[in-house]
Nanobody, 114 residues
């Protein structure tokens, strides 16, 4: 069955960096568009970034220039490199696989605070 497992979240100070990973299984990872979505209690769900099967990348304006999405098809893993983190980046981050249906991981908490 399809599984997406995020890791790499944690507590970081403003201006710091984190790299999130999403390990995928149960489908042909290289053929599927993947994305990162985050959720905060106040703002709800917010799309962050996406990468298609061809490697083209897309970013929300709020993270452009600070976050980098990438994928390693040999490892069936999606990444999100987050630099220059701000308190407003605090959220639960989910990876999403766009198959016939959208599949979601369980999420990983990112907290940006001094």
């Amino acid at each position: 069955q399809v599984q997406l497992v995020e890791s790499g979240g944690g507590l970081v100070q403003p201006g710091g960096s984190l790299r999130l990973s999403c390990a995928a299984s149960g489908f042909t990872f290289s053929s599927v568009g993947m994305s990162w979505v985050r959720q905060t209690p106040g703002k709800g769900l917010e799309w962050v970034s996406a990468i298609n099967s061809g490697g083209s990348t897309f970013y929300a304006d709020s993270v452009k220039g600070r976050f980098t999405i990438s994928r390693d098809n040999a490892k069936n893993t999606l990444y999100l490199q987050m630099n220059s983190l701000k308190p407003e980046d605090t959220a639960v981050y989910y990876c999403r696989g766009s198959l016939a249906y959208d599949y979601w991981g369980q999420g990983t908490q990112v907290t940006v605070s001094s």
